[in-house]
């Protein structure tokens, strides 16, 4: 069994080597676990990746990558070559693990502690969908991989926090502790007790010799049975293990391995310590292959049991398999929003709160999570028809996360990665700071997660600048103007006028299924757009509200509640017998995606504009141009009632005349 360890110890060193960077030292430490978890423990169909029934194994070192790929390729999922083409050029072996499912990567990787929290919330979708589905297709186990610097980044509070309390007895952690970390050793920069942290959360803690295949293979046995805990396995591992230094002498537990190929006479006297061909160190041992393909055939006669079991509960369920089906399908959920009926004149929090709802009794795979401001965010309006998940009862679809943004965001994206779940989370928009790696990483993988973000201005008021968001939006946008790798806008972002756009705002969230939604919404109410206004253009991102001039002096242009402001402003303006367009602009990404001819349409470049945003003005002004003026705010906010800093401020219908007036 060492011996097959070692060949995945050549094959990540020698990617690193060839690739000249990487990191080889973990991947090397960790080659014994990773080898018998993958050749005698993971449940995967050799001949279908994305069985739905199939163990999940999300890695948190992304660094640790060549670990991964030689394992995998070991699965018949990588080639040689492809291994050799490490870190290259549109290579399917990047320096960090990117999602491809069809590969048998669950999860891109590389922000440490993200990753397992991937995993919490991939454990918390099987218990969601074996609560509405069953045992026979939700009977699989989560298994993650954190090492050091995952355990030490503040999101491992958050998720062993979140996992221990719902007794996620199906998730199954391995944490590589091999005490070296890039720049320095781990006990200059931790002291505390890993394992009595985790016992303390309600995990089941068992620490072994992670490069004993014996003990790690006793470890994962005795973590297979159910007991209302996930576990933690602490495998005090060897970094580098087998490495050599130029002059023979042993490399193992250097921080140089951490970061960096072995290099020249150390790598060499590496393969000759580990046994390998120093002309071949690609070479696949051929008891490698023997195990690996016994292992492929014992998997098709588990794997052929459990589809088997499936066929069976399909046919004793056919309304619960067609569903199964839809879940898994990624598209987007059948909705009837005609029902929906909004009161008008409110926040859009309160509107996002009646969607919800609807969403809640007509979306059954879908999760909604708080971050302890569910009556704030108003996300409670689909908790109201529903209840909490709870350890031990699963038949709920409400997540309170406690108090922890970035933590809930990554529970949340690790729910859509296991499949079948529909995710949405919530929390005050000045928070979403909190939140921005998860976003990015939720963008980078294309997780069409629901960020409902309230409290959308400083007309938080009286709550005083730390809770009032004005760079916030800036940086989202910015997001919105980036493109994944699918010709996409990264983040898809609407800021609703008013509640009937907040309604097609969200079916519009709920329709994206490739790209992550933000919703920004308001805390205070907002009065409705002119009545006659078609909310349908709400899709094209912007677009002319009804009842402005078709011939005109000037367009205003707004997200939001700037909207409502800008229509009582026109108001005024008409009076001095100015003609006004007015132009909601609740997402530019959408907006820009539009034909030409409809931009020009909506906004003609020759025309004169004036922005209004409760942000910075550069949410405005790639719309505005040149010929215009955008007036927004350039301070942080100030603590008061929301209509006395309107006046303060500047967001007055007044005020909006004496800007236009000046500007023309």
């Given at each position: 069994m060492n011996r097959v360890a070692d060949n995945i110890r050549i094959l990540a060193a020698s990617m690193v080597e060839k690739a000249k960077s990487g990191h080889p030292g973990g991947a090397m430490g960790g080659a014994d676990f990773i080898n018998v978890l993958f050749s005698e423990f993971l449940v995967y169909d050799p001949d279908n990746a994305e069985w739905s029934g199939r163990d999940r194994f999300y890695l948190d070192p992304g660094h640790m990558s060549p670990m991964l790929y030689s394992a995998l390729a070991l699965q018949g999922r990588f080639t040689i070559d492809e291994l050799k083409a490490f870190r290259q050029w549109d290579s399917p072996t990047p320096g960090h693990p990117e999602r491809d499912v069809k590969r048998g990567i669950e999860n891109t990787s590389g922000p440490l502690g993200q990753g397992h929290t991937f995993a919490v919330g991939a454990a918390i979708a099987e218990k969601f969908l074996e609560a509405r589905l069953g045992k026979a297709v939700m009977q699989h186990k989560i298994y993650a991989y954190i090492s050091d610097g995952g355990i030490q980044e503040e999101i491992s509070q958050g998720a062993g926090r979140i996992a221990g309390v719902l007794g996620l007895d199906n998730l199954i952690m391995f944490y590589d502790s091999n005490d070296v970390q890039l720049s320095t050793l781990c006990d200059e920069v931790m002291a505390e007790d890993t394992a009595k942290k985790y016992e303390a959360w309600g995990w089941n803690v068992t620490t072994i010799n992670g490069n004993d295949a014996d003990e790690i293979r006793e470890a994962l046995q005795k973590a297979q049975a159910p007991n209302g805990r996930p576990t933690l396995i602490i495998g005090k591992t060897i970094m580098a293990k087998g490495a050599q230094q130029a002059d023979g002498?042993?490399?193992?537990?250097?921080?140089?391995?951490?970061?960096?190929?072995?290099?020249?006479?150390?790598?060499?006297?590496?393969?000759?310590?580990?046994?390998?061909?120093?002309?071949?160190?690609?070479?696949?041992?051929?008891?490698?292959?023997?195990?690996?393909?016994?292992?492929?055939?014992?998997?098709?006669?588990?794997?052929?049991?459990?589809?088997?079991?499936?066929?069976?509960?399909?046919?004793?369920?056919?309304?619960?398999?067609k569903l199964k089906d839809e879940w898994f399908s990624c598209q987007a959920p059948k909705t009837n929003w005609d029902i929906l009926i909004q009161k008008p004149d409110q926040a859009t929090r309160a509107a996002s709160a009646t969607c919800l709802g609807l969403l809640a009794e007509q979306v059954p795979n879908m999760v909604v999570s708080s971050a302890d401001l569910s009556n704030s965010d108003k996300t409670d309006g689909f908790l109201k028809k529903t209840h909490a998940l709870r350890k031990g009862d699963f038949t709920g679809a409400f997540l309170q996360a406690g108090v922890s943004e970035l933590t809930m965001a990554c529970v949340c994206i690790g729910m859509y990665l296991h499949g079948g779940v529909i995710p949405a989370c919530g929390t005050f928009f000045v928070f979403s700071d909190y939140m921005k790696p998860a976003v990015r990483m939720a963008a980078l993988m294309r997780v069409p997660i629901k960020f409902v973000w309230t409290h959308d201005a400083f007309r938080v008021g009286e709550d005083g600048p730390t809770h009032e968001p004005v760079e916030q939006e800036a940086q989202i946008r910015l997001m919105e103007k980036l493109k994944n790798h699918h010709g996409e806008d990264s983040v898809r972002v609407f800021r609703p006028a008013d509640v009937e756009e907040t309604t097609v705002c969200w079916q519009q969230a709920m329709d994206n299924m490739s790209t992550p939604t933000a919703l920004i919404l308001s805390r205070q109410n907002i009065n409705n757009l002119p009545k006659g206004n078609n909310y349908g253009e709400v899709a094209n991102g912007a677009y002319v509200v009804s009842g402005s001039d078709s011939d005109f002096d000037v367009i205003l242009l707004a997200s939001g509640s700037e909207v409502s402001t800008l229509v009582a402003g026109a108001e005024l303006l008409r009076k001095d017998g100015i003609r006004v367009r007015i132009v909601s602009v609740p997402s530019e990404g959408l907006f820009r995606r539009q034909s030409k001819e409809?931009?020009?349409?909506?906004?003609?470049?020759?025309?004169?504009?004036?922005?209004?945003?409760?942000?910075?003005?550069?949410?405005?002004e790639g719309l505005v141009g040149a010929n215009g003026r955008v007036f927004g705010l350039e301070s942080f906010g100030f603590s008061a009632p929301y209509k006395v800093l309107d006046e303060k401020l500047g967001f007055t219908a007044e005020n909006v005349y004496q800007q236009v007036k000046e500007m023309l």
């Open positions: 002498t042993s490399y193992e537990g250097s921080i140089k391995t951490h970061g960096a190929p072995l290099g020249g006479d150390a790598y060499a006297n590496t393969l000759k310590n580990l046994h390998a061909n120093p002309d071949d160190p690609f070479a696949i041992f051929p008891e490698t292959e023997q195990l690996y393909a016994s292992r492929r055939e014992e998997l098709r006669k588990i794997v052929a049991v459990r589809k088997a079991e499936e066929d069976a509960w399909a046919q004793a369920h056919p309304d619960k398999a409809y931009q020009e349409s909506v906004l003609p470049a020759n025309a004169k504009k004036f922005g209004l945003t409760a942000g910075l003005p550069v949410n405005l």
